[in-house]
């Protein structure tokens, strides 16, 4: 219970404020018990959503976050709550209606609030262009943890084994995702191919400077940390992590659309979601997690293989958001089982090659 409370104490209080809103929200829209009811109901189904689309979020930051300072982890886990749950859930939404209707932020929000169907529908038809820039960012983030000739810990030994071997040819993954965009943008009309091929391209751009700008800075600090100087940078893991939540919302938030049209519920309910992916990244860190469980952090970079794959194949196919979220949590649970497995395999090991006295 300490426990719970410790990690998760202020997402339940944030949860319960979303909550209350939502009824003050529910009763003044619908005026009736029913109608509230129904609203909440759907507040608390995207939230579920939200969170099981995104566990393997939460490992992904928890192994990043591991190696950079405590002010820098604070600052993700505070300024990132920011961005996550305000820009993502409710700037993004609206930035995509302006620019896809070519007006303004108040009659975006006008939009949003008065003509619920007429957002969704202009949402909706930004699809290609998310899943291109997504589904590439993502692919790319999964891809680079197998294709490194250091790693030296398979889950899959002999996929993995074979994958990092091909880390020596450059950029590989790149090739590999170009290829898989130009196929499916075979299939895509005109307009929609472009826009599909365009929007990956720039993810690809996004992932490669991001990671140029972090490569930069670790040089500064080794530097700097030759000289003498203390080293307090985790600028770079800091972009990385908000560009990688971004990229993980995007399918919870186009999904969202199929509960609700509602801007304010959306938002509510996604936004509860992502505060306990944050609870959960907290808890994996401090916890130590990604070390007691050897093949959890492998796990989670399949289901992020799988997300941007599912994501780039959405822009031809609807896949639900269930079918999504399902695949990430089957890979990560069996990973966690293997974990589990290969730890209880080595203590029995470690017993019979030392037996206590007298034995």
Request: glycine content about 8%.
């Amino acid at each position: 219970m300490a426990t719970l409370k410790r990690f998760y104490g202020f997402s339940l209080i944030f949860t319960i404020i979303c909550l209350a809103l939502g009824a003050w929200y529910g009763w003044s829209s619908t005026g009736t018990l029913a109608g509230t009811a129904a609203l909440l109901w759907i507040v608390l189904v995207l939230s579920v959503l939200e969170i099981s689309l995104s566990f393997d979020n939460a490992v992904v930051n928890a192994s990043v976050l591991k190696d950079m300072d405590k002010i820098w982890q604070r600052r993700f886990l505070t300024w990132g709550i920011a961005f996550a749950v305000f820009g993502m859930r409710v700037v993004f939404p609206l930035a995509i209606v302006a620019i896809a209707a070519h007006i303004g932020p108040i009659e975006a929000i006008n939009l949003s609030l008065n003509n619920p169907t007429e957002y969704e529908r202009i949402v909706s038809s930004a699809h290609v262009g998310i899943a291109g820039f997504g589904g590439a960012f993502l692919a790319l983030v999964g891809s680079r943890f197998f294709f490194d000739m250091d790693k030296d810990v398979h889950w899959i030994h002999d996929l993995e084994k074979w994958l990092s071997s091909f880390a020596r040819v450059p950029a590989i993954e790149v090739g590999i995702l170009l290829l898989t965009m130009f196929f499916i943008s075979l299939a895509l009309p005109d307009e929609d191919a472009l826009t599909f091929l365009v929007a990956g391209m720039l993810g690809i751009v996004t992932f490669i400077t991001v990671e140029g700008v972090s490569k930069w800075l670790e040089y500064h600090d080794e530097v700097r940390k030759a000289a003498g100087a203390a080293v307090r940078s985790g600028l770079g893991g800091f972009l990385y992590l908000n560009v990688l939540d971004a990229s993980f919302s995007f399918d919870g938030v186009i999904g969202a659309f199929a509960l609700s049209n509602n801007m304010i519920v959306i938002a509510l309910g996604l936004s509860i979601g992502a505060m306990f992916v944050r609870s959960m990244t907290i808890h994996l860190v401090e916890k130590g997690t990604l070390a007691q469980y050897e093949f959890l952090e492998h796990g989670a970079f399949w289901a992020i293989i799988a997300l941007g794959v599912i994501m780039l194949a959405s822009a031809k196919f609807h896949i639900p958001e269930t079918i999504t979220g399902l695949i990430g949590a089957t890979l990560i649970g069996l990973s966690l089982w293997w974990s589990v497995r290969h730890k209880n395999k080595e203590a029995a090991a470690a017993a019979a090659a030392n037996p206590p006295p007298g034995d």
